[in-house]
């Protein structure tokens, strides 16, 4: 596929700076279901900061929190010191989510999946928008797949799909949830090429949710850990080359125990 940085200026450079995240002493509970607790860290504008951990650890629901499309239980999340879920942020910031799940509307063309949101804003008139759309697709090399609808797609483009839909938007706060998951090792890196390049080329400020260690050591500005409902750790990719702590290492090498009977209850059911 064309690399995005060898393109000629694709979209307009962001009118407006890329914007500062700050999660202060967050905690989201659901009912009797403490998620984490008390997580505190900043994104620095422009940085590309992803956040690991564990299946079931909370990533999606912190990432919802920063999208401002749940309250927390405790704490806030401030975006360009704004509140992440007020009416500001809404107004002032421009920030997409793309979805672990890609969320598409099965019903809609492609081309209509993207515009969805830019003749809603009203941001211009059809033709402006279509050019809009059009190279966000091109960007991602999409461009032959505007009239096909998401069934007709593969994992990997819908994938693309779901980051050019975020595009379209030209946000400043750009939130990935597993960009790279269910993806083959050279659609991967495809996907962290391009997310390290629109960083390069919009400044736009990235928070990536992954399980992904090659993903976090290629683009990753810095990395945060959260497990055992808690922010573990916070620091630079080298340092999960020789994690101190040991959760962490267990974590990225997993010694897998035959012993162990969850893994001989998934073994005997396959
Ligand atoms: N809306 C909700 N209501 C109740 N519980 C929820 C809700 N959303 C998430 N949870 C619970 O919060 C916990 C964390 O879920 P989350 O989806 O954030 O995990 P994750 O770290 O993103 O996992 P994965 O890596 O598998 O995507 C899980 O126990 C989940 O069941
Ligand atoms: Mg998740």
Redesign the pocket.
């Known amino acids: 596929m064309a690399s995005p940085a060898s393109q000629p200026n694709p979209l307009p450079a962001a009118e407006s700076p890329a914007v500062g995240v700050s999660v202060e002493a967050l905690s989201k509970s659901?009912g009797k279901?403490d998620?984490f607790k008390d997580v505190t860290f900043a994104v620095e504008p422009g940085e590309i900061f992803v956040l690991m951990?564990p299946?079931?650890?909370?990533?999606?629901?912190l990432l919802r929190q920063v999208a401002g499309l749940e309250t927390p239980t405790s704490g806030r999340v401030m975006i360009d010191g704004h509140d992440a879920g007020s009416a500001e942020t809404r107004e002032h910031v421009r920030r997409a989510l793309v979805f672990?799940a890609g969320a598409l509307f099965n019903s809609l063309s492609v081309y209509d999946n993207l515009a969805l949101y830019p003749r809603e804003h009203q941001m211009g008139t059809e033709d402006q928008i279509r050019e809009k759309v059009m190279r966000a697709l091109e960007i991602l090399s999409l461009g032959k797949t505007a009239e096909t609808f998401p069934s007709q797609l593969s994992g990997g483009m819908k994938k693309r799909v779901a980051i050019a839909r975020a595009l379209v938007m030209e946000p400043q706060l750009l939130l990935y949830d597993?960009p790279t998951s269910e993806l083959d090792p050279v659609m991967s890196a495809t996907i962290d090429e391009i997310i390290g390049s629109l960083r390069k080329e919009y400044h736009v400020t990235s928070v990536v949710?992954s399980?992904d260690c090659d993903l976090a050591l290629s683009i990753a500005d810095r990395v945060g850990f959260l497990m055992d409902g808690r922010l573990v750790h916070v620091g630079k990719p080298a340092d999960l080359r020789e994690p101190a702590d040991p959760r962490i290492a267990e974590f990225l090498n997993p010694k897998i125990d035959v012993g162990n009977p969850r893994f001989k209850k998934i073994h005997t059911e396959t």
Request: glycine share 20%; no cysteine; charged share 15%.
């Open positions: 659901y279901l998620v951990g299946s079931g650890s909370g990533k999606s629901v672990q597993e949710v399980h």
